[in-house]
């Protein structure tokens, strides 16, 4: 069962910058789709970004679009979340999330659409 860790979370001002790492232990996303979500207390997770296996499709939730830039190195096996501009309401816990399926653009962002999960990161976005 693939397993992966999400790094580079933290605690950081308003309109800091944060740069999220998911790797997998003992493997490679290389091979996978992937999203990353975030829940914050009492709300419901939500799809911030995804992209394909190959890099090749990108796609971000609204409340991200223009400050989230998702990537991926494929020599390391990883996927980033570059998060600039942070807003307090992006304070929550990060997940990256895998699969070996094929997404597409109107899919990528769903829960249902990933079978597996990482144990989340907290950012935190305060003065």
């Known amino acids: 069962q693939l397993q992966f860790v999400e790094s580079g979370g933290g605690l950081v001002q308003p309109g800091g910058s944060l740069r999220l790492s998911c790797v997998a232990s003992?493997?490679?996303?290389?091979?996978?789709?992937i999203g990353w979500f975030r829940q914050a207390p009492g709300k419901e997770r939500e799809g911030v970004s995804c992209?394909?296996?190959?890099?090749?499709?990108?796609h971000y939730g609204d409340s991200v679009k223009g400050r989230f830039t998702i990537s991926r190195d494929k020599s390391k096996g990883a996927v980033y979340l570059q998060m600039n501009n942070l807003k307090p309401s992006d304070t929550a816990t990060y997940y990256c999330a895998a699969t070996t399926l094929n997404t597409i653009a109107s899919t990528c962002r769903r829960e249902s659409s990933y079978p597996s999960w990482g144990q989340g990161t907290q950012v935190t976005v305060s003065s």
């Open positions: 003992g493997s490679t996303l290389s091979n996978y789709d």
């Open positions: 992209i394909r296996r190959n890099g090749g499709m990108t």
